[in-house]
């Protein structure tokens, strides 16, 4: 498997009320795949694992797969700035 040439680490964006924006995300990641991404780090160097809660971590990793635009990779980040927390 190719994880592609260009993988962009993608940010999570957050609504008015500081909550995930789903349509959001999901609509960023179909634009970015439009030009020229092949795949998506989700949740990892853009800040998210020190600033979003466990359930909302797996929640857009979740997004990222089910809505994942035809042809792209996803690689979820499974890093925080807790170790046991990582390996849980």
């Not at 008015?16 to 780090?41: K, R, T």
């Not at 857009?60 to 890093?79: D, K, W």
């Amino acid at each position: 498997m190719s994880l592609g040439a260009v993988l962009t680490a993608i940010v999570t964006p957050f609504d008015d009320d500081l909550q995930v924006d789903e349509q959001a995300f999901v609509d960023l990641m179909h634009h970015l795949a439009a030009h020229g991404s092949d795949g998506f780090v989700v949740c990892a160097s853009t800040g998210e694992p020190s600033t979003l809660r466990s359930d909302e971590h797996l929640r857009v990793v979740e997004l990222a797969c089910r809505n994942r635009p035809p042809g792209t990779v996803i690689v979820a980040s499974t890093g925080s700035n807790n170790t046991r927390h990582s390996c849980r």
